[in-house]
């Protein structure tokens, strides 16, 4: 059974930082794609951060370059999303997607969401 499970949001004043993890089970970690996305209430979905399956290469969203940082550790089949200087745009439903593509088929893995709030 595919799960993917996000965890870490809540509730963090301007400037601060929070560290979302997306724990993965039921599928092989290693080989799927990993990116964090947003979505805020009344706006689309956006692309916070990516990350490849073998860690090597990761890529961000214009909004968030430079304060956030995308990791993970296969051996725990986990990614990560450091979130550092936040501010109140920051503010959304924070999702974790798994994907893959082969010639064959593709694979969408997404979890539940984690809500972040950036808020005084």
């Known amino acids: 059974q595919v799960q993917v499970v996000e965890s870490g949001g809540g509730l963090v004043q301007p400037g601060g930082s929070l560290n979302l993890s997306c724990a993965a089970s039921?599928?092989?970690?290693?080989?799927?794609?990993i990116r964090w996305y947003r979505q805020a209430p009344g706006k689309e979905r956006e692309l916070v951060a990516g990350i490849t399956s073998s860690g090597g290469s990761t890529n961000y969203g214009y909004s968030v370059k430079g304060r956030f940082t995308i990791s993970r550790d296969n051996a725990k089949n986990t990614v990560y999303l450091q979130m550092n200087s936040l501010k109140p745009e920051d503010t959304a439903v924070y999702y974790c997607?798994?994907?893959?593509?082969?010639?064959?088929?593709?694979?969408?893995?997404w979890g539940q969401g984690t809500q972040v709030t950036v808020s005084s």
């Open positions: 997607n798994a994907y893959r593509a082969t010639m064959f088929r593709e694979d969408n893995y």
């Open positions: 039921g599928f092989t970690f290693n080989a799927y794609f």
